[in-house]
């Protein structure tokens, strides 16, 4: 019973996106453009995106996810939806899951469509297999989702929920090894980074551009599951029925 009414919620967001076409061409087109623009700035500096290409493709989907989530979750709350939704037998971890299960299909279509034109359009060169950035890309943005539907939990209008982008979001960016490498950084800089979801992202990304296999590609990727699945426990434990 309680997959019927997971996939009931799943099924019920993704009707929503589909007469939403802002929120599709965010999640599936704004990450290769942004990606198409990366690689245009850089197309007269011979290795630069190849650099940090495969880092971008992390980056990309975590932060379009986290933004398209966190807001629509919390439309859910303000226009008193999860409040009728939680009248009937639907438990805060369906309603959770199913969001995370709609837009992880969402993120699947996503990684096809920015790694393909990462590695097609922009020529972007890598010694280890396609699907491997493409897994990557597609946990990024579950984790993106994960991070949304947390923020959504304590925010109270959509512009605290992009409020919250400088707190989950920035420091994970400026810290998680895109910039500088970690092991470059000081030790208390580096240390935090250590409990920062991203910097494993961006560590897996660039283990598989350098052809590296087994533990040293999924090891880290592993630890960035595990910080979703918090992120999602977290979520369903928090969530309230409605916003003020």
């Given at each position: 019973m309680n997959g019927i009414r997971l996939f009931a919620t799943a099924g019920r967001v993704l009707a929503q996106l589909r007469h939403d076409p802002r929120s599709i061409a965010l999640m599936l087109i704004a990450p290769s453009l942004l990606v198409g623009l990366f690689a245009w700035l850089f197309s007269d500096q011979e290795g630069v995106?190849?650099?940090f290409g495969g880092p971008i493709l992390a980056l990309f989907p975590f932060?379009?996810?986290?933004?398209?989530?966190?807001?629509?979750?919390?439309?859910?709350r303000r226009?008193?939806?999860?409040?009728?939704?939680?009248?009937?037998?639907?438990?805060?971890?369906?309603?959770?899951?199913?969001?995370?299960?709609?837009?992880?299909?969402?993120?699947?279509?996503?990684?096809?469509i920015t790694v393909s034109f990462a590695v097609w359009v922009c020529g972007?060169?890598?010694?280890?297999?396609?699907?491997?950035?493409?897994?990557?890309?597609v946990v990024d943005a579950l984790l993106g989702t994960a991070l949304g539907l947390l923020a959504s939990a304590f925010a109270q209008t959509e512009?605290?929920?992009?409020?919250?982008?400088?707190?989950?979001v920035f420091p994970q960016i400026i810290l998680g090894g895109l910039f500088m490498p970690r092991d470059q950084m000081p030790d208390v800089l580096h240390a935090i980074s250590d409990w920062l979801p991203l910097s494993y992202a961006i560590d897996t990304i660039n283990a598989v551009s350098a052809g590296d296999e087994g533990w040293d590609v999924f090891g880290p990727l592993l630890i960035v599951v595990a910080f979703m699945l918090g992120a999602l426990v977290l979520a369903s434990l928090t969530l309230r029925r409605r916003t003020p």
């Amino acid at each position: 019973m309680n997959g019927i009414r997971l996939f009931a919620t799943a099924g019920r967001v993704l009707a929503q996106l589909r007469h939403d076409p802002r929120s599709i061409a965010l999640m599936l087109i704004a990450p290769s453009l942004l990606v198409g623009l990366f690689a245009w700035l850089f197309s007269d500096q011979e290795g630069v995106f190849d650099q940090f290409g495969g880092p971008i493709l992390a980056l990309f989907p975590f932060i379009v996810m986290f933004l398209i989530t966190s807001i629509t979750t919390l439309r859910e709350r303000r226009s008193g939806t999860l409040e009728r939704l939680m009248t009937t037998p639907l438990a805060k971890s369906d309603f959770i899951l199913g969001y995370a299960l709609a837009f992880g299909l969402m993120a699947l279509l996503q990684a096809v469509i920015t790694v393909s034109f990462a590695v097609w359009v922009c020529g972007l060169e890598t010694d280890g297999p396609l699907w491997q950035l493409g897994l990557v890309a597609v946990v990024d943005a579950l984790l993106g989702t994960a991070l949304g539907l947390l923020a959504s939990a304590f925010a109270q209008t959509e512009f605290q929920a992009v409020q919250f982008m400088p707190l989950l979001v920035f420091p994970q960016i400026i810290l998680g090894g895109l910039f500088m490498p970690r092991d470059q950084m000081p030790d208390v800089l580096h240390a935090i980074s250590d409990w920062l979801p991203l910097s494993y992202a961006i560590d897996t990304i660039n283990a598989v551009s350098a052809g590296d296999e087994g533990w040293d590609v999924f090891g880290p990727l592993l630890i960035v599951v595990a910080f979703m699945l918090g992120a999602l426990v977290l979520a369903s434990l928090t969530l309230r029925r409605r916003t003020p």
